[in-house]
Structures are given as structure tokens and as C-alpha cells.
């Protein structure tokens, strides 16, 4: 994002070379592979292109009260990337918490491999905290975080102690920054919960939780929150999702 005069011009940054995977993987059976091919206007998605491959959060305060999620005021399709559009109008921030549908609907997997790529803007006062939530809502069971941090600075992954969440049994170092391409992978068996970024494993933890889980791209305010001038942009090239095969994953 670029603040030219006051006015505020949105950057459309180029994709560097990297090919959506398609296909089974060694242990991993790809169940969900969305690449972003057909627009979708702001105020449109998920709309008839993507309606049973996705939802998210709608009408209710984020994880800190700073902003509202909105699918339809910062949602949209365009040049092959999910555009969220965080901003601020007429005194609330919205926000977006985009879910994939694997087999049309909303969780039900216990165990899998997650993928995503993405960029954003590094507008302060804004976060992702792009998790595994346990289908059950209760916390206990478990959260997987990656990557989660603010987009002005570095971001981590992180695996919250089952039974006792308001803990980390782990949590990576700055992996990476937000201004630059890059693709996140949570591996998640019944043994261990791994993080990969851009094919590098970053940590592991042996904290795995044992329930059904479902993966929302939770994009929101920080806890230093935005002003109302800032504003900026998160693009999702693509997302893929597999289960475990007979191997039992890699």
C-alpha cells in the first residue's frame, strides 16, 4: 500500500513463480485445492463461483473486539488472489475470517496437511492468527496457529497445550515477514504437529490435538488496533488441504 497525497493507492504486488500443487503427496491425499481462477466483485463472495467451497465470519466482533468480520466488505476475487480489503468505514473496522469447505462443508477432519499461500500490506494495527479451531468450540482441545502475528512485523507458529490453551507448547521464533510471497504448511498427525514455511520445517511439537478440527484464515485487529486511516490489503494465491493416506502422512 502506497499513501500518495493523502490518498491512499492499493499496490497490486506480482506473484513470484509458484505453482499451486496438484495431486496426492507422499502420506497425503489432497482433498481441497482452490486457486483462485474466476473474480468475484467486493460484495459478491463467496457468490455462485465459490458457494460450496467456502464461507467465513460474519456480522460479530473479532478476537479483540477491534473490528466487525465482514464477508462481503472486504471479500473479492481478482488477477488469480482472495483480496481481503482491511479497512475502516464510518467508525468500524472490518475485518475477514475466510473457512474452506472440504466435501462442501465446515470441519469434520481430525489429522491433515494445510497449505497457503500469501502476501499483505504491512498495515499496523492488524493481525492473522490462521488456526486449526476444534469443531467442538472448546478450547481445550486444542489450537494451531500458523502464521500468526502482526503484518507490520514478523510472524511465528504456534501449538497451544491441550487442557491448558492460555499456554504455548510451542511457539516458533519470527519466521518470516508479510510483505513478501510466501507458503505456510501446518502438518498435523496424531503424533505431532509440524510447520513448514516455503518447504523449510520451521518446529515441531508432539502437543496433537485428537479431535476434528477445521482451518479458518482468521484475519483481524492486533492488540494495538488500527487507526481509522489505516487500511491495507492480505492476498491468498491459493490453499490447498489433504488428509492422511494408509501411510499415515509424511
Known sequence: MLLLSGVVAVVVWPHE???????????WKQVFAEDFNTDVPLG????????????GYHGFEDTRGG???????????????????????????????????????WGG?????FSVRFRADPV??????WLLWPDSNVWDEGEIDFPEGRLDS??????????????????SGGAGRYDRWH?????????????????????????SPST???????????????????????QIDWVTVYTMDDNGGS
Not at 68 to 94: C, F, N, Q
Not at 154 to 171: E, V
Not at 212 to 234: C, F, I, N, R, Y
Open 17 to 27: 513463480s509458484s505453482t499451486m500443487p496438484r495431486g496426492d503427496l507422499p502420506g
Open 212 to 234: 476434528p478440527m477445521h482451518w479458518v484464515l482468521q484475519t483481524e485487529t492486533a492488540e494495538k488496533g488500527p487507526s481509522p486511516s489505516d487500511a491495507g490489503h492480505v
Open 183 to 207: 507458503v505456510a504448511t501446518i502438518e498435523w498427525t496424531p503424533d505431532k504437529v509440524r510447520f513448514l514455511l516455503d518447504g523449510e520445517v520451521v518446529g515441531s511439537s508432539t502437543e
Open 44 to 55: 459478491s463472495f463467496p457468490g455462485d463461483a465459490y458457494e460450496n467451497r467456502w464461507t
Open 124 to 129: 499496523p494495527g492488524f493481525s492473522t492468527a
Open 67 to 105: 473490528g466487525t468480520y465482514s464477508l462481503t466488505r472486504t471479500l473479492s476475487v481478482h488477477d488469480g488472489v482472495l483480496d481481503i480489503d482491511l479497512h475502516s468505514e464510518d467508525g468500524t473496522t472490518y475485518v475477514a475470517a475466510p473457512v474452506p469447505l472440504v466435501d462442501a462443508r
Open 109 to 113: 477432519q481430525t489429522y491433515g496437511r
Open 154 to 171: 514478523t510472524f511465528f507458529a504456534a501449538n497451544h497445550c491441550l487442557g491448558d490453551p492460555t499456554k504455548l507448547c510451542y511457539q
